[in-house]
């Protein structure tokens, strides 16, 4: 079977942040195809054109303009069209609320943002197999 490139869709405000995460996925050498978009209304606008291709994982920040990263989740699930694609929250926030997502919410993962490119490596790696085991 002929394997493709894992498609990401980035959902994230900060430049800095969006520019981090290209450059460790350059590093790492994986194969993406990736698009970022800057807000959570933005993010479910693009995944729900029709006949849109459907990300193999979403990179969700939670605090988001225009719709937080919370309600973006919950739209996720509610919509049988989108809740099968694995999301990977990437956030600042280290509220309980925040990190128990992760259990509330099937097929997600959480992880603190990092400004150590390192770090931001490792979870890209393991956000990358996440991401494939789900394909």
Same mark, same amino acid.
């Given at each position: 079977?002929?394997?493709?490139?894992?498609?990401?869709?980035?959902?994230?405000?900060?430049?800095? @942040?969006?520019?981090?995460?290209?450059?460790?996925?350059?590093?790492?050498?994986?194969?993406?195809?990736?698009?970022? #978009?800057?807000? *959570?209304?933005?993010?479910?606008? #693009?995944?729900?054109?029709? *006949?849109?291709?459907?990300?193999?994982?979403?990179?969700?920040?939670?605090?988001?303009?225009?719709?937080? *990263?919370?309600?973006?989740?919950?739209?996720?699930?509610? @919509?049988?069209?989108?809740?099968?694609?694995?999301?990977?929250?990437?956030?600042?926030?280290?509220?309980?609320? @925040?990190?128990?997502?992760?259990?509330?919410? @099937?097929?997600?993962?959480?992880?603190?943002?990092?400004?150590?490119?390192?770090?931001?490596?490792?979870?890209?790696?393991?956000?990358?197999?996440?991401?494939?085991?789900?394909?």
């Amino acid at each position: 079977m002929e394997q493709f490139p894992l498609t990401v869709l980035l959902v994230e405000d900060n430049l800095g @942040d969006v520019f981090l995460v290209r450059e460790a996925i350059e590093q790492l050498g994986l194969d993406l195809q990736f698009r970022t #978009v800057p807000d *959570g209304e933005t993010a479910l606008d #693009v995944l729900r054109l029709p *006949g849109a291709k459907r990300p193999d994982v979403i990179i969700l920040d939670l605090n988001l303009p225009l719709k937080h *990263g919370r309600e973006v989740l919950e739209e996720l699930e509610a @919509d049988p069209a989108l809740r099968h694609i694995p999301v990977a929250i990437l956030t600042t926030s280290t509220a309980e609320e @925040d990190t128990a997502l992760q259990q509330t919410h @099937d097929r997600c993962l959480f992880f603190a943002k990092t400004p150590d490119l390192r770090e931001l490596m490792n979870i890209l790696t393991q956000i990358h197999n996440f991401a494939l085991s789900a394909r």
